[in-house]
């Protein structure tokens, strides 16, 4: 399928002449064949032919090659000619021709006038050419259509080799790790949330330097692994006035949640807290 | 024709390339088809090429359904690192979750909840506590006892912060924060 | 710790098991990030596996993006054969236009279609993409905004080979100035 020439024209030609034209004169009565007997072609056999090319582009190039000319001086006249009565035979199959290939039939017709008509004094006449164009697409062509070509000849997977795998047990031993979170990822949610408490109670928010909630969740923490607590255990002096109002805070807070009991012995002796859970030794008296 | 060595390495290449293990019936039909070959010689060529892979990365063996190439078992843990990627980005509703319990904590599930309006999964909590972000430091003194929960000094660490509250989104309240946006739309759509 | 031989068993699995070609540096933050490796090391080993399987079924081969293990050339047509229902044919209209994106990339559908003389059908490019083998890697500036087209390494992989410029027709780049172009085409042609 790479190559449309041998597969299908050839057999269309049955001719062992390689100069010969195109067998398609025979449209329009007209005789522009060398070889008559070869008139007839079965419409199928045009219709693979139609499909064995490509396009527009690859049709021209095959009428060059089989005129053995060079693309650089492009025989328009006989060219569009040929190209002609391609398109002429495949209207008159009712074939269902593309648009492309009319196109190109108006851009062959074209340059084809531009040529025949008397040129104009000019200095660089050969800037002028008007198939240089034409003549540069068809290189380009060529360098494609080669290009595929030899696409097509390397090794290709599932027609001349295949991947050979193993099976494994070792995913089993795979951890997955776990996802990346970014502080702005988190700062986004933390504002979607404040954005649902806003609305359901209008909260002034206001920026703290120590979390009194963080707080009472370390006191809490540091409760759930001993017992009992030294009420001046609580405190960090090294973080200063700020902090051990916000530790003072968080224990109130905790108090007034139910969540800790705080109790002293006598008057003025040391205040211990502990968690609520913990039952409360009987005598002494609890601070509320 | 096709000699012997040939022979192997088709069997071997078959068996390679196949989705699923392969019956001798299989490869007798398929790839040997055109080749006389019969059961007993096919056996005696997997016998040899279990023998060619004996000492290599991959074996030759056959299981219930046929026969296929596996990995050495030894080398099972050393091999999972080729799967341990990462797992995909976690749900809006886990980082929700995540950072309700950051600022409202010790809060227990309800908590979430009421302000969230959704139900918080059990899965969620299960992993912001695998993941050591969030743990239970307490048990609110109210009927069913629920848990308190609290973020973590790894929380704070895995963000490079030092208290809940250089969170960003702590510094600035809410209302300046939608005021912004709008502002910005405007002149996003003023733009085009 | 690991010995050589143990060493080579592990990069063979890996390259058996894994799902698409691996690279060196895939390997050496993989599978062997727990040991002490380098490249220069990693080749040896690798070689001493190409050498290992020359004369077997499989072979291990360096594509574009990596190591993978295939099976022989000439083994194809019999593999073929049994796995039958899996191997594709390419017109010559999609292998023009995957050969016209190989060689003019980045390159728009209006491109191609210019030098093909034919318009591009919507189905070919669809197929290409679900191949992997191009994929947009940008948009032209020109009114339209058209895509612009790359093949990948997949498609390198596919085809067997390293780079573009391993298929000769292709292997020239095309010139950039048309005027220039023109020009050479002129004095060429003189000369001849």
Known sequence: MDNPEPTTVEAVEQGPSEQQSLPLGFVRGEPVLERPEDLYIPPEALEIMLEAFSGPMDLLLYLIRRQKMDILDLPILQITRQYMEYVELMRELKLELAADYLVMAAMLAEIKSRLLLPKAPSEDEEELDPRAELIRRLQAYEVVREGARQLDDQPQQYRDYFVASAATDARTWAEQAPPDVSLAELSLALSRVMQLVNVQAHHQIKREALSTRERMSRILEKLSQCARLDFVELFDLSEGKAGVVVSFLAILELNKEGLLVLTQAEAYSGIYISAKSEVSQPGEATLR | ?192
């Open chain 2, 1 to 192: 024709m096709i000699n012997e060595k040939q022979l192997k390495q088709l069997v071997e290449a078959a068996i390679f390339t196949a989705e699923a293990p392969v019956t001798l019936d299989q490869l007798l039909t398929g790839v040997l088809a055109n080749f006389s070959m019969n059961k007993p010689r096919l056996r005696q060529v997997l016998d040899q090429l279990q023998e060619d892979y004996k000492e290599r990365g991959v074996q030759l063996v056959e299981v219930a359904s046929g026969f296929r190439f596996q990995t050495r078992a030894e080398l099972g843990p050393a091999l999972a690192h080729m799967w341990s990627e990462r797992a995909p980005r976690y749900s809006p509703a886990l980082l929700e979750t995540l950072a309700m319990i950051a600022w409202r904590q010790p809060v227990t599930r309800g908590e979430i909840e009421a302000v969230r309006g959704v139900s918080v999964s059990t899965q969620i909590m299960k992993t912001l506590q695998e993941r050591g972000w969030v743990k239970v430091v307490g048990h609110k003194e109210v009927p069913g006892r629920p848990a308190l929960y609290a973020t973590t000094k790894a929380f704070l660490d895995y963000f490079s912060i030092q208290s809940v509250v250089d969170i960003p989104a702590l510094a600035e309240p809410p209302e300046s924060d939608t005021r912004e946006r709008d502002n910005k739309e405007v002149s996003e759509s003023g733009h085009e």
